[in-house]
């Protein structure tokens, strides 16, 4: 399964962006996805997730009332709309599918199978 991520760029504090995760494959509409960001000399982080469903959803406590995670498994995407960005939200921003993870695993940010090749968000102040 290959991933696509897109909707990257500069923007400035306060203001909002929509990434984008694609696949021509029908498959992501069967498992969880989540949206990762890794900044220069930190830890990649889970920023958020949802269930092959939408039923579920997960945020990490940083952007939590600010991010906001969809899917459409009709056009086998998943969005990230971020508002109210703020400078440290600047990272590259990927995306991964977890094919054999339960949803503990999904938001503990572990086992996940297939990734995109991610997107740079820069947030200036």
């Known amino acids: 399964v290959q991933l696509q991520a897109s909707g990257g760029g500069l923007v400035q504090a306060g203001g909002s962006l929509r990434l984008s995760c694609r696949t021509s494959?029908?498959?992501?509409?069967?498992?969880?996805t989540g949206w990762f960001r890794q900044a220069p000399g930190k830890e990649r982080e889970l920023v958020a997730a949802?269930?092959?469903?939408?039923?579920?959803?997960f945020y990490a406590t940083a952007v939590k009332g600010r991010f906001a995670i969809s899917r459409d498994n009709a056009e086998n995407t998943v969005d990230l709309q971020m508002n109210t960005l703020k400078p440290e939200d600047t990272a590259v921003y990927l995306c991964?599918?977890?094919?054999?993870?339960?949803?503990?695993?999904?938001?503990?940010?572990?086992?996940?199978?297939?990734w995109g090749q991610g997107t740079l968000v820069t947030v200036s102040s």
């Open positions: 991964a599918a977890s094919t054999r993870g339960s949803w503990t695993t999904v938001v503990a940010g572990k086992l996940y199978d297939y």
């Open positions: 494959e029908r498959t992501i509409s069967n498992y969880a």
């Open positions: 949802i269930s092959w469903s939408g039923s579920s959803t």
